[in-house]
């Protein structure tokens, strides 16, 4: 079960953590309250794509 998509659960554990890495830098995202599988997905894609192309300018 998805716990951040039920309403039900407490803000303070309705948390999902999602590592990401790209080449030596890690980063660590935390979503919180009521974001969908979907959202976190499209969030963390941006954030790798981002991160790519700042690499390949700084090359």
């Known amino acids: 079960m998805d716990r951040l998509n ?3 659960c ?3 554990t309705c948390k999902n ?3 990401l890495q790209i080449g030596e830098s890690i980063v660590t995202l935390t ?3 009521k974001s969908t599988e979907n959202t976190r ?3 963390v ?3 790798s794509e981002a991160y790519s192309e700042r ?3 700084w090359q």
């Open 6 to 8: 039920d309403s039900t």
């Open 10 to 12: 407490p803000i303070s």
């Open 17 to 19: 953590t999602v590592k």
């Open 31 to 33: 979503f919180t309250g």
């Open 41 to 43: 997905a499209k969030l």
């Open 45 to 47: 894609a941006l954030l």
């Open 55 to 57: 690499v390949k300018k």
